[in-house]
């Protein structure tokens, strides 16, 4: 070996070496148990965070949480990969979304909680105006957009099953909304698994129609942080009271509800009233609900969507720990 | 030492060379299993290396990784040479004539800049989201990196050669042929590396819409349902198929341009 060569790897050994060290360093202190703010999260364009939408315009997170000292921050995200990612990374505290993308987490071993639920609805597939299909079962052979991992995928792969349908019979395109959009509106697809207000944005543009609801229920939940919720079952307690709340108050002002729903998502009052009345705004996280999440996990560990099972009662759904103040 | 030696040095599979070849590659994947093992990286989101070649000799096995470096390779050498041919064709065309300079210039110097992946929604439009509008991305971005290649190339002919081109009479198809083209040559086949890396990089892209086979799908769909050693051997292939492919490029520039006197490093 030559003396630059000699130089070279034994310096390129000892840069590892400080690295690894370092990294042992700073990793023992970085975990603090204080915590100075709450982010709060929501997954892509839904009526069904209304809950959630309207108690973040009201100020009600801050209101509640700025008791205890924390402050809120708010973010959006547009695909489901970096919710679980920022879930198992500590940068995100409390989601808003579907049951399935916390179920995918929980199965590759995501510390995540389901600890409240905005409303209950059902999935819905729509197909252009002029299609000739009239139900499920005519949807073999055909194009149907979905966004992978997302609610309705469940849906549309649970609705396929009750029609007779294998998920060979479907050619499943994976698109975000807003590409599935174009590509439903342009009639590159047969048919679009998603959720409101996607589906009453074609109904009102006159170009869709919904086929006969199947029996897939759909449960928006509050997914925490299993680190948070065991560090601060106070503050978690605090976000499912506000959640709460705001059910409470969108029941007895559903008028108001929907206008600032428009006014947050950015849409079309008519679209938000259409969709509003297919929300069970009264949900809660009862038994039922529980054997249902629980039928979803079994249902995608079945079809190999995910590897391991998940027991819902003892792995998504723990109570929060009773607070011992000193 | 002196340049010539170690010039040759650095090209051969000697022991030192094989052992200084692995010194990077080996302690990173030792960093990594280390960072995986002790927990630093969640294991539910980066897989460790010895899980990656499991996984990998799975995927194997099973085919599917033939399956989805086939669709890839497939996408990607038609949008690459959609892209050189159009690129080279158009870039000659407003090289070598003021009047195709005039026609396309002002619209391609505005539509150059657009980074690819924002003609995506119009591609899915136009061209629907089957294998056209992937490949179309792909030859896009291609295109334009060859395009200003060839122009650059053949307006930067050395003004004597074509002085001496026209003083011998040569006619104007002999001047393009035998002087300007191969004058250009080195920075077409510059162009060409630059755009089948960018190839790469809009092949991912491109996979993530509405696909159901293809490597950047493979690494999105593991990420999607948290399967980060799936994830890691989609990446580790593109790695290892980006490498080939820049160094039959780099075969094909030495081929191509073996009467070219450069530099060739020390």
Redesign the interface.
């Known amino acids: ?2 003396k630059r ?1 000699k130089y ?2 034994s310096g ?2 000892v840069l ?1 070496i400080v ?2 060290i370092l ?1 042992f360093l700073f ?1 023992g202190g970085k975990k603090k148990p204080s915590l100075e703010t709450v982010r709060i999260g929501s997954f892509s364009t839904a009526i069904d965070y209304a809950p959630y939408l309207v108690a973040k315009s009201q100020k009600w997170f801050e209101e509640e949480l700025r008791k205890q000292g924390v402050n809120v921050e708010y973010t959006t995200f547009e695909s ?2 970096p919710i ?2 920022s879930f ?2 500590g940068r995100v505290d409390a989601v808003f979304e579907a049951e399935p993308p916390a179920i ?2 929980r ?4 510390d995540i909680r389901i600890i409240g639920i905005s409303c209950s609805l059902t999935q819905e597939i729509i197909v252009p105006s002029t299609s000739t299909v009239k139900e499920a079962s005519e949807l073999k052979g055909k194009k149907i ?1 979905v966004l ?2 997302t609610s309705s995928h469940y849906g549309l792969l649970k609705i396929a099953q009750a029609a007779g349908l294998t998920n060979n019979d479907l050619k ?4 975000r909304p ?2 599935a959009k ?2 439903f509106e ?1 009639g ?2 047969d048919g679009w698994a998603v959720w409101p207000p996607w589906v009453e944005q074609e109904i009102i543009a006159g170009k869709g129609r919904v086929l006969p609801k199947g029996d897939a229920q759909i449960h928006s939940i509050l997914a925490v942080r299993g680190p948070f919720a065991d560090a601060h079952p106070d503050l978690a307690s605090s976000l499912v009271a506000v959640l709460e709340r705001a059910k409470e108050w969108i029941r007895n002002h559903p008028s108001e509800a929907q206008q600032i729903v428009a006014q947050e998502l950015n849409l079309d009052p008519k679209v938000v009233a259409l969709s509003w009345s297919k929300h069970a705004w009264d949900a809660q996280l009862t038994d039922a609900v529980t054997t249902d999440i629980q039928a979803k996990a079994d249902f995608l560990s079945q079809q190999g ?3 391991r099972a998940v027991n819902v009662k003892t792995d998504l759904i723990k109570p929060l720990q009773a607070v011992v103040k000193p | 030492m002196s340049f010539r030696l170690r010039f040759e040095s650095a090209r051969g599979f000697t022991l030192t060379n094989i052992l200084l070849y692995s010194v990077v590659p080996v302690l990173l994947l030792m960093v990594w299993e280390f960072a995986v093992r002790v927990g630093w990286w969640p294991k539910t989101l980066i897989a460790s290396p010895l899980d990656v070649i499991y996984d990998l000799w799975q995927l194997l096995i099973s085919g599917q990784l033939i399956r989805h470096t086939g669709a890839s390779l497939f996408r990607l050498f038609s949008g690459f040479l959609i892209g050189t041919i159009t690129g080279v064709l158009f870039g000659s065309w407003i090289g070598l004539s003021k009047l195709g300079e005039k026609l396309l210039s002002p619209t391609f110097q505005v539509l150059a800049p657009i980074p690819p992946v924002a003609w995506i929604p119009l591609l899915i439009i136009t061209l629907g989201i089957g294998e056209g509008s992937k490949i179309a991305l792909i030859a896009i971005g291609a295109f334009f990196v060859i395009f200003v290649n060839t122009v650059q190339g053949i307006r930067g002919t050395d003004q004597k050669l074509t002085e001496v081109a026209l003083l011998y009479e040569k006619s104007h198809t002999d001047l393009t042929l035998f002087v300007l083209l191969p004058s250009a040559a080195p920075n077409i086949l510059t162009g060409m590396r630059v755009a089948l890396g960018l190839s790469w990089v809009l092949l991912i892209a491109a996979e993530v819409i509405a696909s159901s086979d293809g490597l950047g799908w493979l690494i999105w769909d593991a990420r999607n349902f948290s399967r980060p050693d799936d994830m890691l051997v989609g990446m580790l292939a593109v790695g290892i198929l980006g490498k080939i492919s820049d160094s039959a490029i780099i075969a094909l520039q030495k081929y191509a341009l073996r009467w070219y006197q450069g530099f060739k490093g020390v």
């Open positions: 070996m030559t060569a070279t790897v390129v050994i590892i690295v690894v990294g990793s489901l990969p679980n990612e198992e990374t995918v987490g199965a590759a071993g995501i957009a992978a991992g499943i395109i994976d698109l807003p590409d174009s590509a342009t590159q697809v969507t995910i590897r």
